[in-house]
C-alpha cells in the first residue's frame, strides 16, 4: 500500500527556485526508487530525476542536471525536488511516484525509465502544478 502525494508547486518567476516535497508511506524496505516526472499541457510526461533508495544514487535527465536536485531524508518519508534556474518551459504539472527495484537494476534502467517518462512503474502521487511566470 505504498502512496504518495508531491507538493509544493505554485507560481515562480523566472530564475527563481522551488522546493518540491513527496510525502511517501507504505515502503517496506529501502528498496524502491523513487522518480519524479512531470507533464505539461500538450506534451507527453517526461522524466526528471529519480532516486534508487538502496544506494541513494541519483539520475537526471540531461536537460534537468545541474539545475534539479532530487534527495531524501534519513526516514525514507519525504523525498525532495529543488529546482533552480527555472525556466518558463518548466511549466508543468509535477509528480512523484516509486517502483520497486532489483539489485541488478543498472545506471540503464534508470537513466531509461526517465526517457520513458516513467512508464510502467506501479505507484503514482498526485501531482502538483508549477507555473513559471512573470
Known amino acids: 500500500d505504498v502512496q504518495l502525494q508531491a507538493s509544493g508547486g505554485g507560481l515562480v518567476q523566472p530564475g527563481g527556485s522551488l522546493r518540491l516535497s513527496c510525502a511517501a508511506s507504505?515502503?517496506?524496505?529501502?528498496?524502491?526508487?523513487i522518480g519524479w516526472f512531470r507533464q505539461a499541457p500538450g506534451k507527453e510526461r517526461e522524466g526528471v530525476a529519480c532516486?534508487?533508495?538502496?544506494?541513494?544514487?541519483?539520475y537526471y535527465a540531461d536537460s534537468m542536471k545541474g539545475r534539479f536536485t532530487v534527495s531524501s531524508v534519513r526516514d525514507r518519508n519525504t523525498m525532495y525536488l529543488q529546482m533552480s534556474g527555472l525556466k518558463p518551459e518548466d511549466t508543468a504539472v509535477y509528480y512523484c511516484a516509486a517502483e520497486p527495484t532489483m539489485p541488478y537494476y543498472t545506471s540503464h534502467y534508470f537513466y531509461r525509465t526517465l526517457q520513458l517518462g516513467g512508464r510502467g512503474w506501479d505507484y503514482w502521487g498526485k501531482g502538483t502544478l508549477v507555473t513559471v511566470s512573470s
Open positions: 532516486i534508487n533508495l538502496r544506494d541513494d544514487s541519483t
Open positions: 507504505g515502503f517496506t524496505s529501502d528498496d524502491y526508487a
